[in-house]
């Protein structure tokens, strides 16, 4: 059997390395609510929807090789001449692009826009023939004050839209 004397710096040493590591102030209240406040796993606060005031809203669009049906876009194999239609759903605001011809791309900026967060877009992407048009695709996007850059699929279509202040 040990001597007692022994034992007890052992268990004191215990205790004290235990304190430490479990962040016990050993009865020190305002150690104890500085440690609670110091890793409090409070959830991060969500971002607020920001309006866009006298921005821009650019439109990038670059559509598929093929039509929907795997045909070429024009009757001479040419890729499309694509036009875009947007409008704004608050105010009825209506732009649309020139015709950009034989390309699989087209852009269009919106500019002196204000959006509040919920206002929304209706896009629509023609390619335009000699005699009319066939839409290529359209697409909704709403405006949530977040993002600033939102990418979809619409139909034979991938659109990028950025919002810009």
């Excluded at 150690?31 to 991060?44: H, T, V, Y």
Aim: negative net charge; contains cysteine; charged residues 25%.
């Amino acid at each position: 059997m040990k001597p007692i004397m022994h034992v007890l710096p052992t268990i004191a040493i215990s205790v004290i390395t235990a304190a430490a590591l479990t962040g016990c102030a050993c009865g020190n209240p305002s150690a104890e609510s500085a440690d609670d406040e110091a890793f409090s796993l409070r959830p991060a606060p969500k971002p607020t929807p920001k309006p866009l005031l006298n921005g821009t809203v650019s439109v990038s669009v670059r559509v598929d090789e093929t039509d929907g049906r795997g045909n070429a876009w024009d009757v001479d194999d040419s890729a499309p001449d694509i036009s875009l239609k947007l409008r704004q759903s608050s105010g009825g605001r209506v732009t649309t692009s020139q015709t950009s011809r034989d390309t699989l791309s087209a852009s269009l900026d919106l500019t002196g826009i204000t959006l509040e967060p919920g206002d929304g877009f209706d896009l629509t992407i023609y390619d335009e023939d000699p005699v009319g048009r066939d839409e290529i695709g359209s697409l909704h996007v709403t405006y949530s004050g977040l993002e600033r850059s939102v990418t979809r699929q619409a139909d034979g279509a991938h659109v990028t839209l950025r919002f810009v202040d």
